[in-house]
């Protein structure tokens, strides 16, 4: 078990970025910081193509489902201060709901997206995606569709189910989604760079995500603003940083947004535990990884033109953040090569 870096690995880790940038496989944004000490952060590619701009280490980049973490630490927070029980029926917070979700399905089942939902991606969806800016307006997309399963029997992604948590939010606080999370979450970890902006408005430093789905290999980049949301909500879509992304994991590890307990009870498996068989490993909001001897708490974010990654390595205290505004082939390679050094495999 290796789990250490020396500064010739990490030449070695910007040498294979770069080799990926000039296969223009990969832009974005990449940090390495071990017990909260930055080792290793870059920028590569175009934040803006048309304008020949630069991507920085401090420009903004869409984070996909990264910020599901966000919204899972928001209902934490409401549970440890005895404000909602993870446990109960969403009826009791959301009494409006159809019955069929209102009397089966637990914030548990949510959180760990046991819960029958589906992703909401649905003709509803392309009607109208851009005017989806607060949680109320996702509702419709889903709400009246029937589950796919017995909650509690299968695990099944769910963006809907997080949108269901960011209502359950609103309605347990009295606030919105977007300013709860921001006093517990963003605020508490020193995240000034991070939010669910209305891309409606300009907003400074921010990443063109830029997609080849549909397209043949190594044909023409399309940019990605008309196929995403206005604005991010509780499931993803939200923006950040490399270095908003690391003070998230320290301020998580340091029990900041979180007690001991709580924070140890978002980030441990649930899955393994209800049902062997669901292949999978996620606490409650986070993925829960064994890997070589380390084990691995965060999440990624994909959609076209988006790739994120936020890897916390809990035992050798490595942080990997990787923030891209490509699609998620170029990911993957950093990622890897990342991982390949710090195991010490592949060699």
Partial sequence: MKMTLTDMELAEFNAHIENLVAEDKFSGSV?????????????????????????????????????????????????????????????????????????????????????????????????????????????????????????????????SGYIILGAIIESVSGKDYFTFVKENVYSRAYMPD?????????????????????????????????????????????????????????ALRANKLLSPEWTALATTDKLQSCSPDMQMHYGYGFMDVSKHGERIVGHTGGFPGVSALLNMYMLSGYTLVILSNYDAHGTVGVHRKFEELLFGHGK
């Fill in 194 to 250: 991070t939010d669910c902006y209305d891309l409606e408005y300009d907003v400074p430093n921010l990443a063109v995500g830029y997609t080849r789905e549909g397209t043949k290999e190594g044909g023409p980049w399309r940019n990605n603003v008309f196929l995403h949301t206005v604005k991010g909500g509780p499931a993803g879509g939200g923006y950040s940083t490399v270095d908003d992304l690391l003070q998230f994991d320290i």
């Fill in 31 to 159: 940090l390495i910081a071990k017990h909260g000490e930055v080792l290793y952060k870059n920028a590569f590619g175009m934040a803006n193509k048309g304008y020949g701009i630069p991507n920085r280490t401090d420009t903004k980049f869409n984070l996909g489902s990264v910020n599901k973490m966000f919204t899972a630490v928001a209902i934490m927070r409401l549970a440890e201060e005895g404000l909602l029980h993870l446990h109960d029926f969403i009826g009791k917070y959301l009494p409006h709901f159809p019955p069929e979700l209102a009397s089966k399905i637990t914030i548990h089942h949510l959180l760990t997206h046991t819960s029958g939902t589906g992703l909401y991606w649905n003709h509803k969806f392309e009607a109208k995606f851009t005017k989806l800016k607060a949680v109320e307006d996702y509702l419709p997309l889903f709400i009246d569709d029937a589950l796919l399963f017995e909650p509690g029997t299968k695990w099944f992604y769910s963006n």
